[in-house]
Nanobody, 119 residues
């Protein structure tokens, strides 16, 4: 069973930065596309970013493009989300996800980490 564990969430002021990490285990990491999603209170979970198997191709939601950067370290089985210029509307639980294919309908999910941006 694939295991994904997020870390790095917390409370930050608007305009600040946070870096989320996701540690993946029980999978052949290089065969999985990795992604980040988020879910704000009262809203549906939404796509944030994804990175392909080798890390050379990325894709972002319009709402975070230019502020967030997804990356992966295949030697460490980790994926990161660097979040800059944070806004109160970025407040959500952030989830790490994994799938074999280049998709936004991911198969495996972590438990999530809370990010709160104060105004």
């Amino acid at each position: 069973q694939v295991q994904l564990v997020e870390s790095g969430g917390g409370l930050v002021q608007a305009g600040g930065s946070l870096r989320l990490s996701c540690t993946a285990s029980r999978l052949t990491f290089t065969t999985y596309v990795m992604g980040w999603f988020r879910q704000a209170p009262g809203k549906e979970r939404e796509f944030v970013a994804r990175v392909n198997w080798g890390g050379g191709s990325t894709d972002y939601a319009h709402s975070v493009a230019g502020r967030f950067t997804i990356s992966r370290d295949n030697a460490k089985n980790m994926v990161y989300l660097q979040m800059n210029s944070l806004k109160p509307e970025d407040t959500a639980v952030y989830y790490c996800a994994a799938d074999k294919s280049w998709t936004t309908r991911f198969m495996y999910w972590g438990q999530g980490t809370q990010v709160t941006v104060s105004s």
